[in-house]
């Protein structure tokens, strides 16, 4: 699966680019078949929830998308990932169950 980080508005520590591919790397459990993943980082406007996270995972046939915004990027990518989660797991068995 290949992973890409973009930080928009700001520059991202390695720290943070290393939680965020770890994060969504752990998706390929719930769905082996994952292209590319994006990741984009950037400020939000509003003061009590200023990080904003927008994951959009490609997958054959499929494009998923969460975004999510929070009090820091960590807990926006961690909801993020449980979005997607939750979206892989509809997707296979809406899919794949026989």
């Not at 390929?28 to 990080?51: L, M, N, R, W």
């Not at 820091?72 to 989660?85: P, Q, R, T």
């Amino acid at each position: 699966m290949k992973v890409l980080f973009t930080a928009r508005h700001f520059n991202a520590s390695q720290r943070l680019q290393a939680f965020a591919e770890e994060s969504v790397k752990k998706l390929s459990k719930y769905f082996d078949s994952i292209h590319d993943v994006s990741i984009v980082a950037e400020p939000y406007e509003h003061p009590e929830t200023p990080q904003k996270i927008e994951v959009t995972l490609n997958i054959p046939g499929h494009t998923l998308v969460a975004s999510e915004i929070a009090e820091s990027y960590e807990i926006a990518i961690g909801k993020a990932v449980d979005n997607l989660k939750r979206q892989l797991i509809k997707y296979k068995e809406k899919h794949f169950s026989h």
